[in-house]
């Protein structure tokens, strides 16, 4: 069966950090682009990090450009979200998934999505 796990959420305070990790078994996470995604109450989910397969080559979204870096561990079948400078209007619930070919598909061509983890932000 295949299947991705979130983990790593949690309450912080503004400014702070977490890790969040993306688990993946049944497939092989480095044949496939591995986004992180987040939706907030009342909003669209949206792609704000993603980690392609061939070259490794990463994109982020706007707004955590500089806070957030993606990462990989092959022998740990893991991708990994650092968040640093949390801010509130990074809270969330945060997804991982995976696409065959390319971090540049839209969301909802993103396949085996996790549960989602809660990141909240707030003093």
């Known amino acids: 069966q295949l299947q991705l796990v979130e983990s790593g959420g949690g309450l912080v305070q503004p400014g702070g950090s977490l890790r969040l990790s993306c688990a993946a078994s049944?497939?092989?996470?480095?044949?496939?682009?591995i986004g992180w995604f987040r939706q907030a109450p009342g909003k669209e989910r949206e792609k704000i990090s993603c980690?392609?397969?061939?070259?490794?080559?990463?994109y982020y979204t706007d707004s955590v450009k500089g806070r957030f870096t993606i990462s990989r561990d092959a022998a740990k079948n893991t991708v990994y979200l650092q968040m640093n400078s949390l801010k509130p209007e990074d809270t969330a619930v945060y997804y991982c998934?995976?696409?065959?070919?390319?971090?540049?598909?839209?969301?909802?061509?993103?396949?085996?999505w996790g549960q989602g983890t809660q990141v909240t932000v707030s003093s």
């Open positions: 049944g497939f092989t996470l480095d044949y496939y682009a």
């Open positions: 998934a995976a696409h065959a070919s390319s971090c540049t598909r839209p969301v909802g061509k993103f396949a085996y």
């Open positions: 980690m392609n397969n061939n070259d490794g080559s990463t």
